[in-house]
Structures are given as C-alpha cells and as structure tokens.
C-alpha cells in the first residue's frame, strides 16, 4: 500500500437527473453503449458483474436497473408530499440534485477492490477472473454512512459503486433537501458566499478523512494550493464530452419548445384574428340595432304608424340588442385574453430564443476548450518525452555537440527542465514568491517577472503560459544569467 494514497471527494450540483447519467451510474447500456464506453478505454465489461450499490440500512446488493433514478426521484418526493420546482419548467432552474463521487489514489482503491489479485490492464483484456473483496464493500458501507450522518438516508437516491473503470469509485447522489423537506443546496453545501463554500468543503474534508483513516486514505492537499482536479485525462476528457453532451441535449430540448411555442403562436394568432373579426361584425351589428331603434323611437313619438306595431319592434330589437352587447362583451373580454396569451407565447418565444443562442454559444466554447485541453495534454505529453530523452542524451553528447544547444531553451530543459516547469506553475497559480523562492533555492537568480506576471486581457491561455515558463526559465538562470556548464 502506498504511503501517499490520498481520498477523493467531489461534488457537483445538478438541476435534475439526466436520463444518460443515470443510465450511466446503473450501468443501463445496450451492447452498443458498451461497445463505445470500451472503445474509449476508461471501462472493463467483464468487471461489470462486480458492480454493485449500497441501500436502506447500509444493505449491499447487485445494482437494481428496475427503476431510473428520475423515476426513484419521484417516488420520493411524491412519498413526501414535495413537488419538485423545476417541474413544468422549459428549462430547469432549480438544483435538486447533488452527486458526490468519492475515491482515492487509483493503487489503494484498486487494493481495496481485488486485493493482490492480478488486473490486467491491457485495453480488451479479460478480467472475469477477478473477485470482489470484502473490503470494498465495507469502505462503500462507511461511505454510506457518512453520507447518512451529513445528509440524510432518506434524502439518498442511488449510492452505486463501480469496479469496472480504471479507478474504483462511487457515486452517490442525493436531494439536498432540509428538515422541512425544502430544496435547500445554498444553505446545505454552498453557504453564503466563497469562504463560507471554501470552509465547509475544508471541514467536510477534514470529517470524512477521519473515516478514510482506517482505510489508508489520506486527507488530500487543498485544490487551491495545488490545482489538482483529481481526475486522469480519461475522466477529464468524459467530462468536457458529458458537458457537450448535457448542452447538445438543452438545445435540442429548446428547439422542441420552439416548435410548439411557434405552433401554440399559430393557433394563438388565428384565434386572436377570429375574435377581431366576430368583435366587428358585433360592433356594426349594434350600429345597425341602435340605428333601426332610433328611427322606430322618432316615429313613435311623432305619432307615425301603428303605435303598438312599433313598440314590438322596439321590444324585439331590445332584445337583439341585449343579445348584441351581451355577447360583444363575451367577445371583447375573449380578446383581451388571447391577445394577453399571445404576447406572452412570443416573450416565451423571445425568451426561449436568446437562450438557445446562449446554448448554441456555450456549446461552439466548450468544444473549443476541449480541443484546447486535448492539445494542451497532448503538448505535455510530447514536452515530457521530448525532455526525458534529451535528459537521457545529455551525459553522453560531447562539448561540441552540448555546445550546438548553448544559450536555447533545449539546454535548459536538459539541465533543469522539471524545475522550469515546477516554477511556471506556481506562476499560473499566482505564487510569485514562491516562485521566486524556489527558484533561489534551486540556485537561480529568482528574478524575471518585472512584476507583471499577471494574465493579460488580450492574452488567451497559450499566449499566458507561454510568457509564464519565459519568466519561469529567466528566473531559474543563476545569478549572473548565465547558466552553468555540467559537464
């Protein structure tokens, strides 16, 4: 077991539960969900029987794939009398659903999983061989339990524990509701402000490595010291795909309201158009009425005709008139309505527009970025190979040839390359004296930054880190600037 083994904890808010997340936690795949998520190489079919989740009373069992979580979700708040605020809602607003992942370095889970069992690592390879150890199930047991103290037994939809990815982990997601069965996330996980977030999370840390003790987890270092997300490039790039995926999905959902929005304005328009119309045939109809009753009026009073013949005309066409108003007032107030409902369909429309164009903006970003972070790691993986080579190299080659890389950043790489890249990190984290420290204590000169190491606003994020490792090489130089010759 290794000395350093570090737990894991993170968590993330939703705004329900997605049908492909829950899929993915019960494990619901088809051949063909299988076929891809091994194709990526982050997951193991023939693990897949060692799966399996904790329930009421801390209880183990095979993963139950009889229900989605969506459908467990809403047994529970319908058995609580909770209606669930996002229901009826074009698009979510509320966070109703927290999923916590818990875990460790990939060694000890893996310890805790299969014990000095052989895994086979080969992309393919099969591991039905492999038996479940008692000991994971009993670090999910203590988990569970944990959760239950923080959070609530009852409040916990689906606690599911997974062997068949390259680390073993767990996922357990729960409704953050409070005594008073009330959607409560901000008060629950995030407090008030940034440090009430960053003192709960420290605190919540601190608690739960107290029960990772036993189990050889160590408390992790703070996220904000070291900028570890604790995820592989696997995990890192399923989660900028999922996030693509979450957004494909949104706008596809909105081009859905859309549709029936511009129907419902459709329908809305005509009827609008239809009352306009019967409004003012009712208006000249009572013209028409009024008219006629003051003639027949007139020629009452100035004794002309048969004064009982016209007083039941008078009385029938009262009675029409009546009719008339009655029902243009029915008609007018019926107008008023759909013009009201139609203004609102196309605020809706407008509304629902302008977010899918957000939408559509996020999702052309988050592909950018995961094209940016794909590049990025595959810019460090080539930098690391380049520099172990040169490093490797470096001893053998002749003064000559050493002297072909005098003054270039090979040379330095050669000499100092992990320290150049150790020192432009606490750079980009905006540890400068401590960049600076390092740099002196590994006997460079420490200066370089001329005190504007900060991002610039027209720089975009290769640009900065260039000119971060520039400053992190000039700093590394001994003092003097001129770098010294091994030999």
Known sequence: MTKTAKQVMDIRAS???????????????????????????????????????????GLVQPIDKSKRMTERMAEVLASRGIKDPNEGLSE????????????????????????????DEVHGADNSHLKRMPEIEQWAKDMYAFACGKWGEENIIGFYVHLDELNPHLHCTLLPLDGNNRFAFKR?????????????????????AVVNEKWGLGRGDNISVTGARHRSTEEYRRLLTSECTTLEEKIENHRTVLAHLQADIRLAERRVKGLTTMVMNLENRKSELEEELDTLHADLQAGRGDSEELRARIHKLDTQLQNVLDNLADKKGKLTEADRTLAG?????ETTQERTDELRRSACLMADNISMQTRYR??????????????????????????????????????????????????????????????????????????????????????????????????????????????
């Open 378 to 487: 595959m810019t460090d993986a080539l930098y690391v190979e380049m520099a172990d080579r040169l490093r490797a190299l470096w001893p053998s080659m002749t003064q000559e040839q050493k002297g072909l890389f005098t003054g270039t950043v090979l040379e330095e790489v050669a000499e100092r390359g992990e320290q150049i890249v150790e020192c432009g990190m606490l750079l980009l984290c905006g540890y400068v004296d401590r960049a600076t420290d390092f740099a002196q204590g590994c006997g460079g000169g420490g200066g370089g930054t001329d005190g504007n190491w900060g991002r610039r606003d027209d720089e975009d994020d290769r640009m900065w880190i260039r000119r971060m490792m520039m400053a992190a090489r000039r700093m590394m130089r001994p003092s003097g600037g001129k770098n010294v010759k091994r030999k």
């Open 188 to 208: 629950l996980f995030a407090g008030e402000n940034i440090y009430d977030f960053k003192a709960r999370t420290t605190a919540l840390h601190n608690e739960l």
């Open 345 to 349: 369909l196309k605020a809706e429309m």
């Open 92 to 119: 979510p607003k509320f966070r109703t659903c927290v999923n916590i992942i818990f875990g460790g370095s990939r060694e000890r889970m893996r310890e805790l999983a299969f014990g000095n069992q052989t895994l």
């Open 15 to 57: 705004k329900g539960i997605s049908r492909g997340e829950s899929d993915e936690q019960q494990r619901r795949w088809g051949d063909k969900a299988w076929e891809e998520a091994q194709r990526r190489g982050n997951h193991d079919r023939t693990r897949d029987r060692l799966n399996f989740e904790i329930t009421r009373g």
